[in-house]
């Protein structure tokens, strides 16, 4: 560059110019699934929030599914085929909105229709992909248990031959989606080991209470899941995978969307608390214009776009096939941790309005503790990282 060439205006809102980094598709897509949240959660979610439910679930799946945004990363099948990096964008934009919304695209996408697309059958593939990214049926992942979270190989629901059946009994925790659910993916012990099964959530046996007096992720449906011998045909299991390489796979793909939602709130929250400094006045002046709070604002910035860049980075690896499981882990353990930090910091920036419905922030952070803890918590990705570092396996 010429010592002469005029400088782009610096951007508040991207000040290390990341869009530079994106395609025009890219930026369609982002600006596309912006437009709906904008339109279809922002106006409402604070409500929805308040009142711990998510109406009309299933209208909004069928819109998500409209803008191609339901396993959008996978191909054919009636799906987006969209690149890595795009698919992040849109779990950005989700979570600026509501982590609850980011969950219900991610558990149908990411995991209970990646584990189909991956691991099915061509049949089960024709029976479900196609609605599900139409999301004509929400689908949700069972493998958590009430006694058995970061531990999945000790879990307990378990799945036996009989004649050409399987018949599975057992619980599954805390699982998104799974009372609005039309189709689950359930994780079991069999004598081969551990199985995926393609369980109708219609099947005699099965039930899904709603899960109630959460405190985050309040705008989400969240179950248990009850099985109790169930009787299913030998083609509900899933064929291509054996062991906890199938469920741990799906989580790999969920995790990497968490490691972009994330920024999503995080950015959310500061750009609330960097609108409220511009104009909330102490002592005659914006609070902006206090060192104090200039120091917090630019100390967010960094770790907000940071953190965006982390995930383009990931992203990027995803699209050429280096994505590896330990750099998901990385990603999560930093953003989710610096977006738990950033919405601290903007809720001491607006003060007692910090608690309030009327701004996004309290609720973003107390999603986003349960955003830290699932698809594996601070400890068990510190653990995996130490292990990628040390060659040492410290998990037992």
Known sequence: MSASAKLPPFDAADPLGIDDLLEP??????????????????????????KGELPGIRDLARELGSIGALGMSLTGYGC???????????????????????????VQGSLAMYAI???????????????????????????????????????????????????????????????????????????????????????????????????????????????????LPATAVLPEVTGLRGPLSCLSHARYGIVWGAMGAAR??????????????QFGRPIGGFQLTQAKLADMAVELHKGILLAHHLGRRMDAGRLRPEQVSFGKLNNVREAIEICRTARTILGANGISLEYPVMRHATNLESVLTYEGTVEMHQLVLGKALTGLDAFR
């Open 25 to 50: 598709e890219d930026l369609a897509v982002r600006d596309t699934v912006r437009a709906w949240a904008a339109d279809r959660v922002l106006p409402y979610v604070a409500d929805w929030y308040e």
């Open 80 to 106: 987006a085929g969209a690149s890595a990096v795009q698919y992040g964008l849109a779990c950005l934009e989700l979570e600026a909105a509501d982590s609850g919304i980011r969950s219900l695209v991610s």
């Open 117 to 231: 697309h991956r691991f099915g059958s061509e049949e089960q593939k024709l029976q479900w992909l196609p609605r599900m990214a139409a999301g004509e049926v929400i689908g949700c992942f069972g493998l958590t248990e009430p006694d058995h979270g970061s531990d999945p190989a000790s879990m307990r629901t378990h799945a036996k031959r009989d004649g050409d059946d399987w018949v599975l009994n057992g619980r599954k925790m805390w699982i998104t989606n799974g009372s609005v659910a039309g189709v689950a993916v359930v994780w079991a012990q069999t004598e081969e080991g551990i199985r995926g099964f393609v369980v109708p959530t219609g099947s005699p046996g099965f039930s899904a209470p709603e899960i109630k007096h959460k405190w985050s992720l309040r705008a989400s449906v969240t179950s248990e899941l009850v099985l109790d011998d169930v009787r």
């Open 268 to 281: 959310s929250s500061f750009e609330a608390a960097l609108d409220y400094a511009r104009s909330r006045e």
